[in-house]
């Protein structure tokens, strides 16, 4: 259930709503505009190089897998916006990195296995999905305080 892409939008929805209730209301529409952009990005990418004559228009395949590069931005995010912010043991920090870590490891091998993807598919979904996150936390650091008098909100950053 976890590799399933619709499943990974459903969390990122929760996602947004979450951190959003947590006082980051720039912040949310981010997250979604950020995933938003990212797959379709993928989608147009991927029907670019596979979108192939078949008895019909069919899509063999996702470059990088979706929704493994979904799930890594998703923790990215989740990393940087909680866990560095909680006020715990550096322990607890890592136990739950550590955590993050292992989940996409299984998932990475379940997709490599069910779906028979090649080692450098997934180490390209990785990848892709941290050099995405560093522009998009950039782009977000550099110009959330003009964001929040545009749209006359006040919330955490």
Same mark, same amino acid.
């Given at each position: 259930?976890?590799?399933?892409?619709?499943?990974? $939008?459903?969390?990122?929805?929760?996602?947004?709503?979450?951190?959003?209730?947590?006082?980051?209301?720039?912040?949310?529409?981010?997250? &979604?505009?950020? !995933? +938003?952009?990212?797959?379709?990005?993928?989608?147009?990418?991927? +029907?670019?190089?596979? %979108?192939?004559?078949?008895?019909?228009?069919?899509?063999?395949? !996702?470059?990088?897998? %979706?929704?493994?590069?979904? $799930?890594?931005?998703?923790?990215?995010?989740? =990393?940087?916006?909680?866990?560095?912010?909680?006020?715990?043991?550096?322990?607890?920090?890592?136990? &739950?990195?550590?955590?993050?870590?292992?989940?996409? &490891?299984?998932?990475?091998?379940?997709?490599?296995?069910?779906? =028979?993807?090649?080692? !450098?598919?997934?180490?390209?979904?990785? %990848?892709? +999905?941290?050099?995405?996150?560093?522009?998009? +936390?950039?782009?977000?650091?550099?110009?959330?305080?003009?964001?929040?008098?545009?749209?006359?909100?006040?919330? =955490?950053?």
């Amino acid at each position: 259930m976890m590799g399933s892409l619709w499943f990974i $939008w459903l969390v990122n929805i929760f996602w947004a709503f979450f951190i959003r209730s947590l006082g980051f209301k720039v912040g949310s529409w981010w997250a &979604i505009n950020v !995933t +938003a952009i990212f797959f379709i990005s993928m989608i147009i990418w991927s +029907a670019i190089v596979f %979108l192939t004559w078949n008895h019909g228009l069919t899509l063999d395949q !996702t470059m990088p897998d %979706l929704s493994l590069a979904m $799930w890594a931005l998703f923790f990215f995010e989740f =990393d940087n916006i909680l866990v560095h912010r909680f006020h715990v043991a550096h322990w607890v920090k890592t136990t &739950i990195q550590t955590v993050f870590v292992l989940t996409w &490891i299984v998932l990475a091998g379940n997709k490599m296995i069910g779906s =028979d993807l090649s080692f !450098t598919t997934v180490l390209g979904a990785f %990848l892709l +999905a941290y050099i995405y996150f560093r522009l998009a +936390a950039k782009v977000y650091l550099k110009h959330v305080k003009s964001w929040l008098v545009i749209f006359a909100v006040d919330g =955490d950053i």
